[in-house]
């Protein structure tokens, strides 16, 4: 019998990975940007000839993130990818209803085309069947994470799949895990919880409870408002601490 009555993991940065390199790479504000803005902008002018420039639709690009994440910071709401282009076309006074969708599709295709799963994470996973699998995911856009899943055949691997822009909430969100916990059964303090971001992942979900591993590259800060039951450099630890764990 073993301890964990559950694993619960992040998605982005923990279990799949982007390789942003592989977009094209624009100076912004001084600096190198790698960003999906180049297509966007590029179908945008095939199909609608817009009177605005690259560097003007750059900023709007640049801008509507920082807002949006604003917004998410305040509320813990998740808003959608498409609320996001919605506010690139009202601030561009662009009149074309269907522009915001379309600009969705293409930045969700660029986001698709440079995500990898890593052979070690596959394996991790194969290693964990025995066990109930939740995926506890921050994403604005759910069609895209339900065809990355799927692309890489992990949404079998899943009893169950949360995602924000289908949950309606964000990590470290309490309504966020509420409902996470409500849904699932689980108590938190026999569950595992592995992710990255020190705040959705370590403080969230070390606040409902969970034993969390904080999954980390490089040396972590000390003053941290939660610290994680265990901090990891490779997600292949897991493994350990799950032998580990087991009850006697």
Known sequence: MVRFQAIFFDLFNTLLHFDFSLLPEVEFKGKPLPTTSVEVYRQLRENLNPSFSYRRFLEEFQKSREIITQWRSEECREF???????????????????????????????????????????????????????????????????????????????????????????????????????????????????????????YGASRQGFQVAWLVENPPPEDLPIQPRWIIQDLAQILEIVEREADP
């Open 80 to 202: 959608s990818c498409l609320e996001r282009f919605q506010l690139v076309s009202k601030r561009l006074k662009i009149q074309e209803k269907s522009a915001a969708e379309s600009m969705v599709k293409v930045h969700m295709d660029e986001m698709l085309r440079i995500m990898y799963f890593p052979d070690e994470n596959r394996a991790v996973l194969k290693k964990l069947a025995e066990f109930p699998l939740i995926l506890a995911s921050n994403f604005d856009h759910a069609l895209t994470v339900r065809r990355a899943l799927g692309r890489f055949g992990l949404e079998e691997r899943f009893e169950a799949i949360f995602i924000s822009d289908e949950v309606g909430w964000r990590k470290p969100g309490d309504q966020f895990f509420n409902v996470l916990l409500e849904k699932t059964g689980y108590s938190p303090h026999r569950c595992l919880y592995i992710g990255d971001d020190p705040d959705a992942d370590v």
